[in-house]
């Protein structure tokens, strides 16, 4: 009777044991999962989507958050796409005012207006408003005012 109370915890002990290894191998392998579904969302440098890749993206969002016809997807398309080009060409030459953008922005909202229909235009617009707003700390360049990294703070004990 002794050996077999003692043969049951044994076995009791072991299914323990058993039990936790897979659960922690399971959390690890979570983890790397989870890591790699990351990486592969996010493009790196050297892997950075191109410009017809990130305006089919976006304009795949747009057909599913607006509704848009097959028609209205095409010409999304070749105005998205541009309007991409530009963005990159922009940055890549570090040339240009605020107002540049802001003429090529307007440009391609007034684009976007055409193909819309008011209703999902307004839409549209109102999706871009949630985007807009003060920019949270840690965002932005480094030196930038908002760039928490660089504030002072003024402690009196000091």
Known sequence: MKTVKILSMALLMSVFCVGMTFAQQQQQNRRSGHQKEQS???????????AEE??????????????????????????QTQYV????????????????????????NSQVKSILTPAQYQQWQAQHQG???????????????????KKVQNDPNK
């Open 40 to 50: 592969a969302v996010r493009p790196t440098k050297a892997t950075k989507a191109t």
């Open 54 to 79: 990130r305006a089919s993206k976006q304009v795949a969002e747009m057909k599913q958050s607006l509704n848009l016809s097959n028609d209205q997807v095409n010409k999304l398309q070749n105005v």
């Open 85 to 108: 080009k530009d963005q990159d060409q922009a940055r890549a030459s570090k040339k240009g005012t605020q107002q540049d953008w802001k003429t090529k922005r307007d440009a391609y």
């Open 131 to 149: 985007r807009k707003g003060p920019a949270k700390p840690g965002q932005g360049k480094p030196g930038h005012v908002n760039h928490p990294a």
